[in-house]
């Protein structure tokens, strides 16, 4: 009768055991689920973030290149200008263009003459500037990721009352990425 009881109380310990591994088991589940759930919510924004954040660089990148000096209206016109482009250091630059392919690291740059509106479907070249509106700077074929921004497309002009500056409203584009 001794051995029988003994036996009973055995029998209850490892009920108890199992039990006890099953509610750690079922703890430890839940806690994995709870994290999981805070890990998904968390992160859930994470791809929006990340896709503003990559057009304000891209915007960013496109001010950059209309400001550097290569580009800007700088002190020649008179005052400090931003967003501001010359439209005859563009000519220039356009012909030697060479030297600065991987200068500003995208592989497309092009500015098209938005207002006034005559002559902005024609492409620029050294024989019909300016009676053109679009000059490509870099002129490759890509496919990535284009970027804008709206700039001041200056240029010096001959009036009978002397030189002035003629600006006119454009926007320069700029594709980053592969080549096709």
């Known amino acids: 009768m001794l051995q029988n009881a003994g036996y009973g109380k055995m029998k209850k310990a490892q009920l108890k055991i199992?039990?006890?591994?099953?509610?750690?088991?079922?703890?430890?589940?839940?806690?994995?689920?709870?994290?999981?759930?805070?890990?998904?919510?968390?992160?859930?924004?994470?791809?929006?973030?990340?896709?503003?954040?990559?057009?304000?660089?891209?915007?960013?990148l496109v001010s950059k290149i209309a400001?550097?000096?290569e580009f800007s209206c700088g002190e020649s016109f008179g005052r400090n200008k931003i967003n501001c482009v010359d439209?005859?250091?563009?000519?220039?630059?356009?012909?030697?263009?060479?030297?600065?392919?991987e200068f500003w690291g995208v592989s497309n740059i092009e500015i098209k003459k938005i207002y006034p509106t005559e002559n902005s479907e024609i492409i620029c070249d050294k024989y019909n500037y300016p009676e053109c509106g679009i000059t490509r700077i870099m002129p490759k074929d890509v496919q990535g990721f284009d970027v804008s921004n709206f700039v001041t497309l200056c240029r010096k002009t001959m009036s009978s009352d002397g030189f002035y500056d003629k600006c006119e409203v454009a926007r320069i584009m700029a594709s980053y990425g592969g080549e096709k």
């Open 18 to 60: 199992q039990q006890m591994a099953f509610m750690l088991i079922v703890v430890t589940l839940f806690f994995v689920l709870v994290m999981m759930f805070v890990l998904v919510v968390k992160f859930s924004g994470l791809k929006n973030t990340a896709m503003g954040l990559e057009e304000k660089n891209a915007m960013l």
């Open 67 to 69: 400001n550097s000096p």
């Open 87 to 101: 439209w005859d250091k563009l000519m220039v630059l356009k012909e030697s263009i060479g030297k600065y392919e």
